[in-house]
């Protein structure tokens, strides 16, 4: 920002009262902050963002894009990949008249058992850090604000609003902030969000690290914004904290006016966040007196699916493929198998704040079936029931006259007078606090249902508080539903459900009903239903007789809803029951197996050796089926690299503690997270960090040693390049991520045994070879020194490991750091001699 504008912004802060400041560091909602006409500054939108931009509302009425889940998006290894999905962020943002999004999310996969994972983007600070920055440099591009969360140590979901963790200095800084630097340093967010969680005794909203290193070493001139209803007291004011979210309530207001009356909290503390959120209007264009640069970026909607699709597909990973199983030999197929309830209504997010309503899904049933040629015979059988919830009642089974929508909604006030009657298309409704009509006390939500199938039908609804649901008249709940997980928003965010069994005859109609007294945070409720089943010993069998009938099958399996989701912790990676056992029925009768995955973060598949192949699309978003099509059939590669480590069994698994001890956790593992714990151990996992196959093989044909490391003066910058030379020897085009490590052999402190130092991907045609330049940063050869509270290099030779896998490695070269070669905070420009021959591996 010039010189002239922060002068313009201190004229703006002095024309506020001390009561208009105080107004402003509060929510003015669930999530709009206050305008303020004194100084020209309109309110801003902010909205949850990581797998899509939600916006103010939440339901079928107000669709939004759904994008492949961070995970997938760090599967991809590719900085422009994500950039291209920061684009799409933004032009979601941008129609939904969105100013801020609250992504990406960047803590880490301490424990693979981490319920909020695919959330997340990596299990390696540097991994996610690069494409975190490329996702937030697209978004902002565009005048539309990133918020980096959350600040820091917010790994896991078990009493995460109030975990203290315990943790060393060096962790702190090299592993768990290391992301948030890279960011910070490279593309400049606008916004940073304060953690639930404390950090060595304090909450991250009253930190002093939301100053030192975030604001004094890194330069960040944004908004540090709290985490919903994270902010506990007064002492946040006097921190870092600009802006206590949401509101209008929170325990600023009048108490903050009071305490700067009395000298408690300096008022220049209050100028310095009014400012910094002046400063973020001005960036977004909510300031009249700045214009503010906002590129036109309007997307079609053929366009974004198209999008999608490619990054859906870019990021899924093919673990095993077995006698070349894959792509499937089409032009040999007369019919596939596809088995799975996920083949028909497949994950394509995970749960809690980061959902958001696609206009249409393509599930991996419809994506082969519009893919394979007309003559391909296509079946389809659940063969094993998931115990997730029920979905959304199906938009077909709604009754309605002709011309009128489906659903009615009423808002009515305490004694029951209608404020506001709505009409919908669907049985859902999600409407935050700030957004429910003003006057209304209870909502009331209708609809009829006509059943398409005869039998024992599940139809419950999904939300909390004080709810009625009727069923023709005949009341099947009426009282309180409790959230069922701990934080702030577990009853609009991840509320429960509650299903009853009855008896339906099809096509006749079935009246429904819900009422719900609205609680504070809003009004949640949906309709859920879940057809007749067969028992569970017939649908396995009708799975077998399928896949004997079939050239290959294809067998969809992954987590419920009651696995992974937001507000908890996963008890173990196992996949739900029955889930293995189909797995190995359809082996057992179809050589041509190929297992899909629908996951957001790693499960155990006992089963992958009995399969010709395995292949993760983790929560691929909307497009998924599309996507998973074009791989099984070769119209796509599979590009995909594990972004983090997947074990064989729990008990290999070297970190898993994410429950604290009397209220504290521990990071007892220090700088040994993922593929380093694994390493430490010398236990080998089923799948290592990096790894994934094409439908090419690659030789790695040479490495050039690396050229003379310099400090560059920012820990981002190249301090070096590794040029890797690497040939397609397949007969097909595809992609490669080369990968490199540091290792540093009898080093005098403790280290992971290698750490990922850089990586590019790489795309060449059969017989081609390509030269690979890896930029190396400087911080990669820098270490925490707690002694100094700055950052040092231990001279000595560092080793170079060059491969396609963090197990994968194929070629060794090294470089010397020698003594009196300072890192420091701010750095300097010393030339650091390379040296070293490689040596093949």
Known sequence: ????????????????????????????????????????????????????????????????????????????????????????????????????????????????????????????????????????????????????????????????????????????????????????????????????????????????????????????????????????????????????????????????????????????????????????????????????????????????????????????????????????????????????????????????????????VVSPLDGLVSALPPEVEVTYTAGSYLDGDPGALPPALLHARAGEPAARVRWLTESGDEVLTERRETGELVRFGSDVPEGAATVELTATMRPDLTGTWQLGFRGAGTITFEVEGRTLHDGYVAPEHDGPGADILTPPMRTFDLELVAGRPVRLLLRQRIPDSGATLSFRSRRPRRSPAEELSRARQAARAADAAIVVVGTSSQIESEGFDRAHLSLPAGQDDLVRAVAGENANTVAVVNAGAPVLLPWSDDVAAVLVTWFGGQEVGAALADVLTGAAEPGGRLPMTWPRRMEDVPVLDTRPVDGRLHYREGLHVGYRAWLRDGVEPAYPFGHGLGYTTWELAGVRPPEAVRNTGDPGRPATVVTATVRNTGDRAGKQVVQVYLARPGSAIDRPARWLAGFAPVHAGPGQTADVDVTVPWRAFCHWD?????????????????????????????????????AGSRGSDNPVPARGASRDQ
């Not at 994008?67 to 920061?86: E, F, K, M, S």
């Open 1 to 360: 920002m010039s010189h002239q504008l922060e002068a313009h912004l201190d004229a703006l802060v002095g024309k506020l009262d001390l009561a208009r400041k105080v107004r402003l560091l509060t929510g003015a909602a669930h999530s709009r902050t206050y305008a303020e006409p004194a100084v020209g500054l309109r309110e801003m939108i902010l909205s949850d963002g990581p797998a899509g931009v939600r916006g103010l509302t939440s339901d079928d009425e107000a669709p939004s894009a759904c994008l492949p889940c961070p995970t997938a998006i760090a599967a991809t290894w590719d900085t422009g990949r994500a950039a291209d999905v920061g684009r799409l962020l933004a032009a979601e943002a941008r129609r939904k008249d969105v100013d801020v999004v609250l992504a990406p999310t960047i803590n880490l996969h301490r424990s693979p058992v981490g319920g909020r994972h695919f959330e997340c983007l990596s299990e390696d600070p540097l991994l996610s850090g690069l494409l975190g920055g490329a996702l937030v440099g697209a978004l902002q591009e565009h005048g539309v604000a990133a918020t980096v969360k959350h600040y820091v140590a917010n790994d896991s979901e078990t009493e995460r609003f109030s975990a203290d963790v315990r943790l060393g200095e060096r962790p702190l800084r090299e592993v768990y902030l290391a992301p948030f630097e890279d960011i910070v340093q490279s593309a400049r967010p606008w916004l940073v969000m304060a953690a639930y969680n404390a950090v060595n005794g304090t909450t991250m909203t009253e930190h002093a690290l939301l100053d030192d290193p975030l604001r004094t070493r890194w330069g960040f001139d944004g908004v540090v914004v709290s985490d919903w209803r994270a902010t506990r007291s007064l002492a946040a004011a006097a921190a870092g904290l600009d802006l206590a979210m949401p509101g209008p309530d929170g325990p600023w207001g009048e108490a903050l006016r009071t305490a700067v009356e009395d000298g408690a909290v300096p008022e220049s503390a209050l100028d310095a966040k009014i400012r910094n959120l002046l400063r973020l209007a001005a960036r977004v264009g909510a300031l009249d007196s700045v214009a503010a640069e906002r590129p036109a970026i309007a997307v079609g909607g053929g366009e974004v699916r198209a999008r999608l699709r490619t990054a859906a597909a870019d990021g899924t990973v093919l673990l095993h493929n077995a006698r070349a199983a894959l792509p499937l030999p089409v032009e040999r197929i007369r019919r596939v198998a596809v088995i799975g309830e996920l083949a028909e209504n497949p994950r394509i997010q995970g749960g809690g704040s980061a959902e958001v309503r696609p206009a249409h």
């Open 786 to 822: 707690p002694r100094q509270g700055d950052w040092t290099v231990e001279p000595g030779t560092f080793d170079v490991h060059v491969g396609f896998s963090s197990a994968d490695l194929h070629t060794t070269t090294s470089v010397d750091v020698p003594s009196g070669t300072q």
